[in-house]
């Protein structure tokens, strides 16, 4: 019997629901140790010291966070910003569900777009316009006339 892959044990960055919520509160507060980083956890249940230094660890080993030795205790900060970490979560969605026809992940990208609020398509317009003017226009030498 052959049994499916689900797309946890297929994205490259899974996150488990506390390490995203360790990651929410380095990106506002870095440089926090394991004892800062449970006290800055909101919700109705606070994980244990033990289980929040488990998290930290899996995420150091996942190079998501890095490390400092501060006496006896590490203090963590994030070795990636949430727009890359976004992007490569985004990146590994459409690896596993690109069904080759790239218009198939433009016009979802472009509905999700849609969905967010009002404005989202009118940002993701804008940004269309300026990323085609770097292309043809690139940035010239500090200095230099075009």
């Known amino acids: 019997m052959t049994r499916n892959k689900s797309a946890s044990n297929v994205l490259n960055t899974n996150l488990g629901e506390l390490e995203l919520r360790v990651m929410e509160v380095l ?3 870095p440089q926090l140790d394991a004892r800062q980083v449970r006290e ?4 109705i249940r606070t994980p244990s010291l ?21 006496g006896h205790a590490y203090t963590y900060q994030p070795a990636i910003s949430r727009g890359s970490l ?32 009002e404005t989202s398509l009118d940002s993701l317009e804008r940004m269309i316009q300026a990323r085609k003017q770097q292309i043809q226009n690139p940035a010239t030498e500090e200095g230099e006339q075009p």
């Open 27 to 29: 990106w506002k507060q």
């Open 86 to 117: 976004l992007g490569r979560m985004l990146g590994d969605v459409i690896q596993l569900l690109h069904d080759g026809r790239m218009e198939t992940i433009l016009s979802s990208f472009v509905q999700a777009a849609a969905d967010l609020d």
């Open 40 to 43: 800055s956890l909101e919700g």
């Open 50 to 70: 033990s289980t929040v230094q488990s998290a930290l660890e899996r995420l150091y080993r996942k190079s998501w966070v890095d490390r400092s030795k501060q």
